[in-house]
């Protein structure tokens, strides 16, 4: 790990953070080592970045911060809601403590007239793989980008640059959930993607054909699931 303190009579340490977040791709392009990615303390110092004198990079920092501020709270909330739901679902099909269920005939462990089907009986997996011919860019998602409900960030490559991986195509609906150590649960719903949006081949793609995308996702991260 390289870290710095910016001079703050010619910088502002929050304008440079962003700013090396916009260059991401250009170290990971230079970052190449023998055996695995490493980013020399010699590598990191070649970089020559375009900056405005420091009273316009705090007012960029200023801007940008409370966008910041604005994308973490709405996260936040779409995370409870998100944990209100599965708190229903839980309660509804694992507890079976769904409306009118004290009425309800249980058979072998579901209710009258509901059934249980495969995952497969209700959803495709991985259903389009980018062909090698492939020219153009992509916007590109790797495991380590994901967490438990969300997406955290996507790289841009041109497809001959992108990792060998980049293979799996994603559309509206879709899951995404991650066969690599899946006990991390890497997984999330992709909503309105780019057209250009390809995961990792580390992903199980599952496509919904037979019923709405939070049913199956709601049940595929059960712990039940997960453990299975």
Known sequence: ???????????????????????????????QGAA?????????????????????QREIAEVLSAYDELMENN?????????????????WFVRLRFPGHEHARITNGIPERWERKRLDAVAEVNRATLPGGYDGEIEYVDIASVVPGQITETTTFAFQDAPSRARRVVQHGDIIWSCVRPNRRSHAVIWKPSDNLIVSTGFA???????????PYFATTTDAFVGY
Do not use: C, W
């Not at 070649?46 to 316009?56: I, N, T, W």
């Not at 909330?77 to 209100?84: H, I, K, S, V």
């Not at 793609?205 to 049913?215: R, Y």
């Open 205 to 215: 793609v599952i496509t919904p054909t037979g019923a709405p995308s939070t049913s």
């Open 75 to 91: 996260r936040r909330r779409m995370g409870l809601l998100e944990e209100a739901a599965r708190l229903l679902y839980r309660e």
């Open 1 to 31: 790990m390289i870290g710095f303190i910016a001079d703050e009579s010619k910088s502002d340490a929050r304008f440079i953070k962003y700013k090396l977040d916009t260059v991401k791709r250009h170290y990971q392009q230079v970052s």
């Open 36 to 56: 695995q990615d490493n980013l020399s303390l010699e590598k990191l110092l070649s970089f020559k970045l375009k900056v405005p004198p420091p009273e316009a």
